[in-house]
């Protein structure tokens, strides 16, 4: 039997749509394969061309040291305006007696056993001395060393002593006139204060060390006597230090250095010195 052209054109019309929709969609993928072959065109969002990326030049040479050298220049003249104000102060050789261990010991002289040398400040431009007991000892006459100008040694007189505190006032020998560091005036000292002692521990003469006020007022026993409001700093003070100022920011004595704890012989950061404000009395001529 002979087909039926129409029913042949029916059975083909199917198969042929279906792979027409499979020619038209590989042609539009092949279109979208080439437009991203395609250079990318500048975003609208971006200034055409683009600004470059600003590469950081760091801090301007010259740019934020003010301060710091203003702060180091400051610091500069507050150690030149006291160092010539300190001496040392040597006394005739006697045995010291050897602290406890671990305990709060007072400075001792140190150099020459024949003849140890402290530290003293000088408080009053006629040739008064403010040291430690240990500095002197018992002398009533020893030997002060002034380094301003060309150096040069003294005899000096023991004029004054206060046990309660552990000062000792000494006189110069001589009508000259010596350069005197500034009392501080104000019981004015908090924790946290910048503080510098200077003296000359170990014999090294002139040495300025720096640090805080760790506390304002300790109470301290050194050998059975008893302080109650030492001035505590992590500025190091040895031996030597005894009697050397110890100084605020402004250039003023505040203190005097006279005790530290070094358990085993090793540096703690502990330090003691007698407020300048028990020095009133002895400065004022009314102890012995």
């Known amino acids: 039997m002979k087909p039926n052209r129409d029913q042949t054109v029916r059975n083909l019309f199917w198969p042929g749509l279906f792979v027409l929709a499979l020619l038209v969609s590989a042609f539009a993928s092949n279109m979208s394969v080439f437009r991203n072959s395609l250079p990318l065109q500048p975003s609208a969002i971006l200034p055409n061309p683009a600004p470059p990326i600003q590469m950081s030049a760091g801090v301007a040479a010259g740019a934020g040291t003010a301060a710091p050298q203003g702060i180091q220049e400051g610091m500069g003249r507050v150690i030149a305006q006291v160092m010539p104000a300190v001496v040392s102060v040597a006394r005739p050789g006697q045995a010291q007696d050897a602290p406890p261990p671990g305990a709060v010991a007072y400075l001792n002289p140190a150099g020459n056993p024949a003849s140890p040398a402290g530290s003293g400040v000088i408080v009053d431009e006629r040739g008064y001395v403010l040291t430690t007991f240990q500095s002197v000892g018992k002398a009533s006459v020893v030997k002060v060393t002034v380094y301003s100008g060309a150096q040069k040694e003294y005899l000096s007189d023991v004029v004054g002593v206060d046990p309660a505190c552990d000062l000792v006032l000494l006189k110069i020998r001589s009508n000259a006139t010596f350069p005197a560091a500034p009392i501080a005036?104000?019981?004015?000292?908090?924790?946290?204060?910048?503080?510098?002692?200077?003296?000359?521990?170990?014999?090294?003469?002139?040495?300025?060390?720096?640090?805080?006020?760790?506390?304002?007022?300790?109470?301290?026993?050194?050998?059975?006597?008893?302080?109650?409001?030492?001035?505590?700093?992590?500025?190091?003070?040895?031996?030597?230090n005894d009697g050397g100022p110890l100084i605020n920011i402004k250039g003023e004595v505040i203190g005097i250095n006279m005790a530290t704890l070094m358990p085993d012989h090793k540096y703690s950061g502990i330090g003691f010195a007698v407020p300048i404000q028990s020095a009133a009395e002895l400065l004022a001529g009314n102890t012995r």
């Open 185 to 240: 005036t104000a019981d004015l000292v908090n924790v946290g204060d910048i503080v510098f002692a200077i003296g000359n521990p170990f014999g090294f003469n002139g040495t300025v060390t720096m640090g805080i006020i760790s506390s304002a007022s300790r109470k301290v026993s050194i050998q059975g006597i008893r302080y109650p409001d030492l001035l505590q700093t992590d500025a190091a003070i040895n031996d030597g």
